[in-house]
């Protein structure tokens, strides 16, 4: 009886989280994967490349912390490179909540050339390092002239570097990656902090309570304290994701500022 | 216990339970116009921005393009009518009307290459198609607040508080229809 009345309540909880879950994404831009710094859905990048710039992202965050993130897709499903860009950045919450020193370069490899675009979306917390005419230069002198050669791989490495140059100027840093590879490798890849080793009753019974708490609030106060915990939630899913492991957004935003460019 | 203390310990809880969620339905009404509010701003700066980037390509483009007076004109006109805009659905019918002033204008300058050419004017065109961005993010951000927003005041038990405390409903950063549509334009030289 109890582990039946147990089980309702909890396929309840999924069906709430997952109907609040399809409100929120706007389901095209992917679950980011591993360190948030390199998103490379469309596969263009070997693994050693990877590494690099996942170095270097690493670098800059843990010197700077901000966050400088490569996403590539296939398509953007209809959306414009601005749209898309500003859901992705969005969605990863690139950079630190506070500073929002985050930028993205998105680039769509979409199958007609005339479809392809590139947008290097930067959070306002770097509009002052990245303003939208350097970043249109960036785009114009090396992600197009590469990925326009053929080279796609070698255009968002540089575009990367680049980027990294200019944020790490920003903060005052000397690091300067012009055009050798594998400089900035850091094997910091050890996990140091295990994320919650809470027991499975625990778990269950705080789900329990929570779902009951739902139901009361969305009753009586019309979600409110819903709203208000899901806040807290997520602001502690966030700053959880720090310590080792993968490394993902800082919870920052964009207000669309940036370049992009079509093929 | 008698029956007397029990009723008196429940209505001592029923009245606070019912003053507590009074106050954080109010209070979540003040942070929500808080909100709303903020995110105007940000939908104001970015049509500063704008307005402030307008001077600066218009003297540009008279650089190579001096005879091209009236779409350069019209331009100057429009951003004077943004600055004058108060109320969000006239301040989003002003920066449409901007936006259709300066198609118009890209327009005329691809009939100049070495304008085209300018770095400065490149550079321009990324800050304004930044700025356009922005303004489309903000505005895009302000009509989500502005709907939670109202959703608040018009439901109950929210509208009972939104009518005592005066929350009105907020207006959208939308302008009139059709207006958002750059308009069609019509190419007499060829």
């Known amino acids: ?263 | 216990m008698k029956r007397g203390t029990i009723i008196l310990i429940s209505g001592i809880a029923i009245v606070g339970i019912l003053i507590a969620m009074f106050a954080s339905n109010y209070n979540s009404f003040v942070s929500a116009e808080e909100d709303v509010d903020q995110s105007y701003s940000q939908i104001e700066t970015q049509l500063q921005r704008r307005a402030d980037l307008i001077p600066n390509l218009v003297n540009t483009v008279k650089g190579y393009a001096s005879h091209e007076e009236s779409v350069i004109k019209d331009v100057t006109d429009a951003r004077a009518n943004l600055a004058n805009a108060n109320t969000p659905a006239d301040q989003a019918t002003a920066n449409d009307e901007l936006t259709g002033a300066l198609n118009r204008l890209l327009v005329v300058v691809e009939n100049y290459p070495d304008l085209k050419a300018n770095q400065n004017y490149q550079q321009l065109m990324d800050e304004l198609a930044g700025t356009e961005n922005r303004i489309a993010v903000a505005r895009k951000d302000y009509n989500g607040q502005v709907a939670g927003y109202n959703k608040k005041v018009k439901r109950f038990p929210g509208s009972m508080i939104a009518a005592m405390f005066n929350f009105d409903e907020k207006e959208y950063f939308r302008s009139s229809a059709g207006a958002d549509q750059p308009p069609t334009v019509d190419f007499g030289t060829e």
């Open chain 1, 1 to 263: 009886m109890m582990r039946q009345k147990l089980f309702l309540i909890l396929s309840l909880l999924a069906i709430i989280a997952s109907s609040f879950a399809g409100n929120i994404a706007h389901a095209e831009v992917p679950e980011p994967k591993g360190d948030i710094y390199v998103q490379d859905f469309a596969g263009v990048l070997s693994d050693q490349q990877k590494q690099e710039l996942t170095g270097l992202g690493r670098k800059l965050e843990d010197q700077t912390s901000a966050q400088i993130a490569v996403l590539t897709v296939d398509s953007l499903d209809g959306s414009s490179p601005e749209e898309y860009a500003l859901e992705a950045f969005r969605k990863y919450g690139l950079g630190d909540k506070e500073l929002e020193n985050g930028v993205l370069l998105l680039m769509a490899f979409e199958q007609n050339d005339a479809d392809k675009s590139a947008r290097i979306e930067v959070g306002y917390g770097l509009e002052g390092a990245l303003p939208d005419g350097k970043v249109g230069r960036i785009l114009d002198e090396y992600t197009m002239p590469y990925w326009k050669n053929g080279q796609p791989d070698e255009a968002i490495i540089l575009t990367y570097k680049q980027l990294f140059n200019e944020v790490a100027a920003e903060y005052g840093l000397d690091e300067t990656n012009d055009s050798d590879i594998g400089s900035g490798i850091t094997n910091d890849s050890s996990s140091t902090e295990q994320d919650g080793g809470m027991a499975a009753w625990k778990k269950m019974l705080i789900a329990a309570i929570v779902i009951v708490f739902i139901i009361i609030d969305m009753s009586f106060f019309g979600g409110t304290f819903t709203y208000m915990l899901l806040h807290i939630l997520s602001s502690i899913a966030r700053s959880g994701g720090r310590g080792g492991g993968p490394r993902g957004g800082g919870g920052g935003s964009s207000g669309g500022g940036g370049a992009s460019r079509g093929w």
